[in-house]
């Protein structure tokens, strides 16, 4: 017999009934009844209930242990019986008399329970975070993570791509988010930083002559936390292609997203391939946002016009200065309380915006500030042309158009929710195409990347030379899902001719060009096929396959809000002989006033 165990504790069924099985785990939980003691034993692969009966060395033993130490126990596998089986765990059917305990490791007193799924502090969860993966919900997380991860690897290596590993450490680059630095110890003064992604080296692939790359990447950036994104590192599924279309990227990377998250849905719906494709333009305009949940059917509509001269001065006035007004619909909202809409815009100030002018219609009447001052007839006209029934409401976003986009796309979300009518158990994609090559940007007075500089303008050459900068739209994508961007991704401006005239268009000359993207500018003087490729982000994948409402409850060990790992204690300090040897002295930052 193995020196710890014959089965695992999800192993056992009525067919082993009368068999002598050794078993090892934690000791999940106890339950005395009197002079019996039941406990559950818990494993990375399931649980199996032991019995201890009265006046048994194993009861003695058992009784004497805290939950979450490591047993090893022996005996017999007996029948529960009809009456108790449990037909919510795969071991239900049976349990295990214990005949000897053997005590591997004891638990001191716990700092926060395992069993059950209790909320608990963050600090206490993230602190310990070995016991936090013990319990069911974080263990059952980890694996689906690591599921997944599997099936987009075969999933990529069948659609014909290559695994590489592109380097950790690697050159700073001036765009983009805040390196993490490494200071060279051989070269004193200089420093290395960790990619950000490795967007230069898969490009530098295709120049290599490699058709088809991917990589499950991990990558590092300097940026604070929020609930979808992770300090300081997260992974994604990297990948580029050569002489490729968008409609190519797209149509290799469509059936991998599809799948895996069909494999994985637990009964969910999942968009079928190809994925609805929305112009930027239009998501800004129809859901005010450029990662919309389309599992929302509210849909924001322009409504500029019916404002032109108004009776409602303040909208008429916004109208008048070059701005927008933004209707969003509230099917069936005006059937209930006025208090609805007040406390919507008492939300909307709440977020930074001036507020949310509204209409509700009750029984065909509609009423509020604005249908008073609009007057009966323009009101009606609105109304006939949001298409509104008799027991529906309206709000309305105004001000300058990004301003009012931003606030309609929150308002659509909020009300969605608030109304119950966001479409549950699907995942609903979408890309975002046709992203602005440019913007203007107002604080410095000049034309400047709108995204991503190293985007392939649409009509090349051509458009840079003979359309106005601000018309012309990029060969740049997002992927969405259910509100949530996964990735952006791009057809790459492969020619230096071309990549010169953009820069120029924003303000920076040949020798700015040269002097900050030289690696890869030299590349492509030597032969660059025309390439692109996204990278979808693993962790918010899982996050979403696992209905978490944040990402760290699908990473192994994530950091705090801080950027802090409070279970290994970093970042620290390091002792001076460290600092001597890489050259460096430690500055404290000057006192805040």
Request: charge should be negative; glycine fraction near 8%; charged fraction near 25%.
């Amino acid at each position: 017999m193995h020196v710890y165990r014959t089965h695992n504790c999800a192993a056992l069924r009525e067919s082993d009934v009368g068999a002598n099985v050794r078993l090892s785990g934690w000791v999940h939980r106890k339950r005395d009844h009197g002079g019996v003691l039941f406990v559950d034993l818990r494993d990375h692969y399931g649980l199996t209930q032991i019995v201890a009966k009265a006046d048994s060395e194993a009861l003695r033993v058992l009784e004497g242990l805290r939950v979450e130490s490591v047993v090893t126990i022996d005996g017999e596998v007996v029948s529960r019986g009809p009456e108790a089986t449990n037909p919510n765990l795969a071991t239900g059917a049976i349990e295990v008399v214990a005949d000897k305990v053997t005590v591997q490791s004891s638990a001191h007193e716990l700092p926060m329970p395992v069993a059950g799924e209790q909320e608990y502090p963050e600090d206490i969860r993230l602190r310990y975070r070995f016991l936090d993966l013990r319990r069911e919900r974080l263990h059952k997380n980890i694996m689906l993570r690591s599921s997944v991860i599997a099936s987009l690897r075969s999933r990529m290596i069948g659609q014909g791509f290559t695994e590489f590993q592109t380097p950790i450490l690697t050159a700073s680059s001036p765009e983009g988010a805040r390196d993490f630095l490494v200071p060279s110890r051989v070269h004193p003064g200089k420093f290395y930083a960790l990619p950000q992604a490795p967007q230069m080296f898969k490009q530098l692939l295709m120049v290599a002559g490699f058709d088809r790359y991917f990589q499950i990447a991990p990558c590092f950036r300097d940026e604070d936390a929020r609930a979808d994104r992770s300090p300081g590192e997260f992974y994604q599924l990297d990948f580029e292609m050569s002489f490729v279309t968008q409609d190519d990227v797209f149509n290799a990377i469509e059936p991998v997203l599809h799948g895996v998250f069909e494999e994985f849905a637990d009964g969910k719906a999942v968009t079928p391939y190809p994925f609805p494709r929305i112009a930027y333009r239009e998501s800004m305009l129809k859901y005010g946002s450029d990662k919309p949940d389309l599992r929302n059917p509210i849909e924001i509509t322009d409504v500029t016009e019916h404002f032109v001269d108004s009776g409602f001065g303040i909208f008429a006035g916004i109208v008048e200065g070059g701005g927008v007004i933004r209707a969003i619909p509230a099917p069936g909202a005006g059937a209930g309380s006025r208090k609805f809409f007040d406390d919507m815009n008492v939300w909307a100030r709440g977020e930074g915006h001036a507020g949310l002018g509204y209409i509700n219609i009750k029984d065909g009447v509609p009423g509020g500030p604005i249908a008073k001052n609009h007057g009966e007839e323009a009101t009606a006209k609105l109304i006939a042309a949001l298409g509104l029934g008799p027991n529906d409401g309206v709000f309305f976003a105004a001000g300058k158009e990004l301003q009012a986009a931003k606030l309609a796309g929150a308002a659509r979300t909020r009300t969605g929710e608030l109304l119950g009518l966001i479409e549950q158990d699907v995942f609903k994609f979408c890309w975002i195409v046709d992203f602005p090559m440019f913007e203007y940007d107002e604080d410095n007075k000049k034309v400047d990347f709108s995204h991503n500089p190293f985007s392939m303008p649409q009509g090349e050459m051509e458009a840079l030379e003979t359309r106005d900068p601000l018309d012309i739209l990029a060969w740049q994508y997002d992927i969405v899902c259910n509100g949530v961007e996964l990735s952006s991704g791009a057809i790459r401006n492969h020619r230096p001719d071309i990549m010169y005239k953009a820069f120029e268009i924003a303000g920076y000359s040949a020798e700015d060009v040269e002097k900050n993207f030289s690696g890869m500018l030299n590349a492509f003087k030597f032969g660059a096929p025309p390439h692109g490729g996204s990278a979808p982000g693993v962790d918010r994948m899982v996050m979403l396959l696992a209905d978490e409402p944040n990402i760290r409850e699908v990473v192994l060990f994530p950091m705090n809000q801080k950027a802090e790992d409070l279970m290994m204690g970093a970042p620290n300090n390091v002792s001076l002989k460290q600092l001597r040897e890489l050259s460096i002295r430690v500055v404290e930052p000057a006192p805040k006033a």
